[in-house]
């Protein structure tokens, strides 16, 4: 089975500083990771992903995240957070590329960003 | 650029009625999923849909729930008798299978549904 483990409902940080949402998951079989952000009264928009290779993968508006298999782990970063970060944010795993490969969400984090 | 539209993006309805979500997909993806989102929860499946018919559904999608791809380029929801749990956001997601950007399910904004 697989399951994703969102820690913070609510994250704050200050205007130019580190961005850390934490997410853990659990898999039976090699997962593949997602991070998705929801701006309000919007849909979910991609961040980055996580399939095979390379284990720290870049995503669209500076954002980063670190594929760790030994921590069950997959954190989003981002250096410096600008406002515009404000918004809910969606880790997410599928179990593999066999069917339809269904995604099993996290709760969110809402990112809270203070001028 | 392609994106997933989903109408009305606010239903209201009462309880016992039947309700269709509408989506249109994004051309050329060859795979369908609708997703909800009770407030406050996390985003839960609900179905994937995949060359006319359902691959695969979670234990929420129950003998209420149906889909279905009536001409090709729209993917509905339909909610037979609502009950008041049905109340959620509803999104839907399509995702191509094939190319650069096999993997990735777009996302809809969701449509809010309120039973009353």
């Known amino acids: 089975a697989q399951s994703v483990t969102q820690l913070g409902s609510h994250v704050s940080v200050s205007e130019g500083a580190l961005v850390l949402l934490r997410c853990n998951y659990s898999?039976?079989?090699?997962?593949?990771l997602f991070w998705y952000v929801q701006y309000p009264n919007q849909g979910l928009q991609l961040l980055l992903k996580?399939?095979?290779?390379?284990?720290l993968v870049k995503g669209i508006n500076g954002f980063e995240a670190e594929f760790k298999k030994s921590e069950t782990s997959f954190h989003l970063t981002k250096p410096s957070a600008h406002m515009s970060d404000a918004a809910e944010y969606f880790c997410?795993?599928?179990?593999?590329?066999?069917?339809?490969?269904?995604?099993?969400f996290g709760t969110g984090t809402r990112l809270t960003v203070i001028p | 650029e392609p994106e997933v539209t989903q109408t009305p993006s606010h239903q209201v309805t009462q309880m016992g009625q039947e309700v269709i979500l509408r989506c249109v997909p994004i051309?050329?993806?060859?795979?369908f999923y609708w997703y909800r989102q009770i407030l406050g929860q996390k985003v839960e499946f609900l179905v994937s849909?995949?060359?006319?018919?359902?691959?695969?559904k979670s234990e929420i999608f129950d003998d209420q729930f149906s889909v279905e791809r009536p001409d090709g380029s729209n993917f509905t929801l339909k909610i037979r008798s609502t009950k008041l749990e049905d109340s959620a956001m509803y999104f839907c997601?399509?995702?191509?299978?094939?190319?650069?950007?096999?993997?990735?399910?777009?996302f809809g904004p969701g449509t809010r549904l309120t039973v009353l």
């Open positions: 997601a399509s995702r191509a299978g094939t190319g650069s950007s096999y993997n990735e399910q777009f």
């Open positions: 898999s039976s079989v090699p997962p593949y």
């Open positions: 996580y399939t095979t290779g390379a284990t």
């Open positions: 997410a795993v599928t179990r593999s590329w066999t069917g339809a490969n269904n995604l099993f």
């Open positions: 051309s050329n993806h060859l795979y």
């Open positions: 849909f995949y060359n006319n018919e359902i691959s695969e």
